[in-house]
């Protein structure tokens, strides 16, 4: 099987006690089957404090989060326990992957990083280098593709490539993406989408502090022309969008919600963005990128919400 994965998917490193939005805060953290005997099994005074910070929830390990929703095995430095008294191989699956996310095919599987993680952002945003795949892994052994996916591949090869087309205005290129993939956005202001947004299933309630921003946005906002300095940023973005999102098209059919997922994820972040900057003369990286992880955290990781979005997506579509 073939492992891909974007083209400076090697470069990332997690930023551990620098990160300034840490992924042991807030965030349920599951226990595999595996790991969890390892943990039952350790000795002595931090076998034990394992054992009591474990909670089983409808035969689902995890840990038990403090009061402010922090792994109780995080210290004071912002660094994991866990790893500075086990090591690496210690943690359970999901502390392994986080931010990794795959999508698995016939002949390969795909692996990406997750833009909730500031780290993975910064790296695969904040660079001029456009956005592509490369082979990281072969062990020889794949099946063929099936026509659906061989038609799939050639479809997101073309979308990669009129995201791409930089003698073009990026947001004509994203009006290219929906006319070929014959897909629609609903015509909605900024005020209908904060209030939207503000009704889906919630991780940080920070989140609502740059919907509410949103709420004076003309609808002309969405479609508007990006800044030349950002396109970049927001063309890799569109990107990594298409590359996470549309596989789900294999699965329903619809590749025209996918693609108006990915422009219109694109288009809500540019108008977030210029509500929430304060410096509208030079573009802000640091504030694009805190509201894209904060948008990845709240709707790529929840299924109720990404089916929401699509739900009211199709209907145009």
Known sequence: MKVFA???YREFCCIADKCRHNCCIGWEIDIDEDTLAFYRAQTGVFGEK???????????ASFRLDENERCPFLNGQ?????????????FCQICRDHPRFRNFFSDRTEVGLGLCCEAAARLLLCTETPFSLIQIADDGEADTPTPEETAFFKLREHLFALAQHRVMPLHLRMQSILAVTDAHLPKKDGAFWSDFYGNLERLDHRWDTALQA????????FSAPFQKESEPFFENLLCLFLFRHLAGALDDGNSAARAAFAVHGVQLLWALYRACAKNSETFDFDCAIDLVRQYSAEIEYSDENLQSICNILSADC
Request: charged residues 15%; hydrophobic residues 35%.
């Open 6 to 8: 974007p083209n400076i």
């Open 78 to 90: 912002n660094l994991c326990d866990i790893y500075l008294t086990l090591g690496e191989n210690a």
């Open 50 to 60: 394992l054992r009591q910070n474990i909670e089983i929830t409808d035969g689902c």
């Open 214 to 221: 949103l709420k004076t946005a003309p609808q002309a906002s």
